[in-house]
């Protein structure tokens, strides 16, 4: 620990890093609570495996094409937000199976992906760095568009609470008092494909569904609403984040999987003891 914070305040790499997974931990926590709630965790990860197909269209334009602001986070924010819609779509208005349709989404988004990347000259090289995340690749303007999408996560969280708390926890009373049910869970969906992308740059597409609702799955047992589940959670994602970029540093082991590893056995820890707590107390 003593040479990962000799080096924190030496080199500007692991501040930027340090700085972006502490911005996307806001919106992990947040929207992550919103997830675990509502449960669609596996829309989440459909949506996550989408964004390759932006990343590899967006490098394929740049470096065939010559299009400068073809960049890998616009194409990742694009596909996100074309997967979430589509996905909520056609689950709403064309009555198909909602699994169907994620496996079909998920599919077709990481094979797209894949043939751009095949296509791309030597962009295959890079393929691992957004598959298992590239935390201490980032750079300054990096951070700029992480904490651009961060505040309108947050804002829309914060806008419109009580409408998502409504549609996470009765969605047929919400309907029935005059909620617009379809508007605010296709916003909903919109808002965990950007804090998706967000959470690509810290952990990767790979790993961003568990750092998506390990922190808010953990806080769920500890609180007994919805805003301190978020507060807990966003917390316990940064708490994840530095310590995972701290531990991986010294043995140079991948930060991503370094968090997800803590982030796992932690709610592993917790499930287990609140487990046997229960079991004790109702004896």
Known sequence: MAEFLTAL?????????????????????VVGSYV????????????SHCILAGIGAAKYLQTVHGIPWATPILGAVVSALTAALLIGLVSLYARQREDTVIGAVWAAGMAIGVLFIARTPGYAEDLMGYLFGN???????????????????????????????????????????????????????????ITVVLLVSVVGIILVIALLTLPAAIAGH??????????????????????GIAASYGPNLPSGATIIVIAGLTYLLVAASSGIVRRLKYR
């Open 135 to 193: 935390i201490l690749l980032l750079s300054p303007r990096d951070l700029l568009v992480i904490l651009i999408l961060d505040a309108v996560v947050v804002g829309a969280g914060i806008i419109w609470y009580d409408q998502f708390l409504a549609l996470c926890f009765d969605e047929e009373y919400a309907r029935l008092r005059g909620l617009r049910v379809e508007i605010y869970y296709l916003l909903l969906l919109c808002m965990t494909a």
């Open 222 to 243: 500890f609180v007994r609403n919805l805003w301190q589940m978020m507060v807990v959670a966003a917390l316990l994602s940064a708490a994840f984040t530095v310590g």
């Open 9 to 29: 305040g030496r080199y500007a790499f692991l501040q930027y890093a340090v700085a972006a997974g502490l911005l996307a931990s806001v919106a992990c926590g």
């Open 36 to 47: 675990v709630t509502r449960r669609i965790t596996y829309i989440a990860g459909s949506v």
